[in-house]
């Protein structure tokens, strides 16, 4: 049994999969940009607008969530069906910019998930 795993080891450790740094291998991403650079520009997505106030990019980012979770649950997708769409916890004046953010982030999430954004 033990010459069995010195065996493997052995075998590993000359092919370069075993022992620390004997190799070092960087992931990629499908266009060859390291794994680290594309989830940068995997996440630039989901960044609001810089110009939104503070109310509006948490708008932003709730639509995002209700988003993925519609699209994880194989939900009909649709902003207005959001209890933080209709009914937001913000104070009455911002309620209109919250509920444009939203949908934003809302409709931008979608068309990523779905493979039809940007």
């Known amino acids: ?3 069995k795993w010195l065996t493997l080891f ?3 450790f000359s092919l370069g999969i075993a022992g620390p740094g004997l190799v070092k291998v960087q992931a990629a991403s499908p266009n ?3 794994a680290a650079m594309a989830a940068q520009d995997r996440d630039d997505w989901e960044q609001p ?3 939104f106030r503070d109310v509006q990019r948490r708008g932003f980012h709730e ?3 209700a988003a993925r979770r519609d699209f994880d649950h194989h ?3 649709d902003a207005d069906d959001h209890d933080a769409y209709r ?3 913000v104070p009455r004046e911002d309620r209109d910019a919250y509920r444009d953010a939203f949908r ?3 409709d931008r999430a979608m068309a990523h998930l779905t493979g039809h954004g940007d």
């Open 49 to 51: 607008p810089q110009e």
């Open 32 to 34: 060859g940009k390291p």
């Open 87 to 89: 009914h937001p916890h």
């Open 1 to 3: 049994m033990k010459l």
């Open 75 to 77: 939900r009909h997708a």
């Open 10 to 12: 052995t075998l590993a």
């Open 104 to 106: 934003r982030g809302y």
């Open 63 to 65: 639509g995002i969530e």
